[in-house]
């Protein structure tokens, strides 16, 4: 029986030191993902060679047609590399969340401006839908990276409690 205690210890003491690793990497790797993935799709909008390129021409026509399409896309794209930077600088995380808003509502619009190029049927979205609606993972993922280092809230100077 004791060695069957030694190996469940053993078996703990391994499993906290993963976990303290784990737990000390995850959020400069969730800092580093989302630098790539901002970053990179953002560079491929500005080349117009990203895959939603169809899509975001869509929004452009529904809401800012008056701005000549390559300033555009250059600037959504140039936005989005941005968004990508600031999530690698601790210290940055209220701008980001500021820049993410405008950035999901143009990002969401699709789903309800140009339902015919997102959805198959009430509440079965089409590829194009389902790369928009998993968006919310990445929405969730920002607030968590952001206020993982932000100082906590503070009350109004005469504010009670």
Known sequence: MNLFRKLN??????ENQLFSWLHRISLPLARVAFFA?????????????????GVIHTIHEHTARFVPWEIYIFLFGAYECLIGV?????GRERWVLFLLIP????TFAPLL???KLT??????PNLIGQYIIKNLVIVSLALFVAMADAPQARKPAGAPG
């Open 9 to 14: 210890q053993q078996r703990i003491a391994r």
């Open 37 to 53: 993935v901002f970053f990179w799709f953002g560079v491929l909008k500005i080349m117009e060679l990203s895959p939603s390129i």
């Open 86 to 90: 600031l999530f690698l600088l601790p």
């Open 103 to 106: 950035h999901v509502i143009t």
């Open 113 to 115: 401006l140009t339902p």
């Open 119 to 124: 959805w198959k049927a009430f509440l079965i």
